[in-house]
């Protein structure tokens, strides 16, 4: 059996073992991690794959219950991609939401930057 160790999994995926093991639990992953003669666990390239979108679709602010739906919805296979489509484009529609509403804040913060740096410029003395 070819694969990566659990530890090694979390270390190129910047995760931690146990967060490895909860998204195993929680219905998270496409399929049961296989285990290697001695029991430990093991992880392929496409087990690899599938955490790391995990992972994007949790950073990006999908609830637990959409990342376990869809991945339900991967694991029944063919026949559902509509589905699978409808709540990915929700989930962008959010992301997309929220990254307006920070990229004003970040506006109003580089506005304010600004007034300090033009007055800074204005209070020193040139050489």
Known sequence: MTG???ATAADQ?????????YYERDGLLLRP?????????TYDEPDLRW????????????PIRDVRR??????EGDGNEEERLALLRAHRETVLRELAEVTG??????HKIG????????????A
Not at 70 to 75: E, H, M
Not at 105 to 110: C, E, K, S, T
Not at 115 to 126: D, G, N, Q, R
């Open 4 to 6: 990566v160790t659990i």
């Open 13 to 21: 995926l910047g995760l931690s073992a146990d967060t490895l093991r």
């Open 33 to 41: 991690v296989p285990r290697s003669s001695s029991g430990h666990r």
């Open 51 to 62: 955490i790391k979108l995990v992972t994007r679709l949790r950073a990006s602010g999908m």
């Open 70 to 75: 869809y991945a339900a919805l991967v694991r």
């Open 105 to 110: 804040h970040l506006g109003a913060i580089d």
């Open 115 to 126: 007034i300090y740096e033009h007055k800074l410029e204005v209070l020193e003395p040139t």
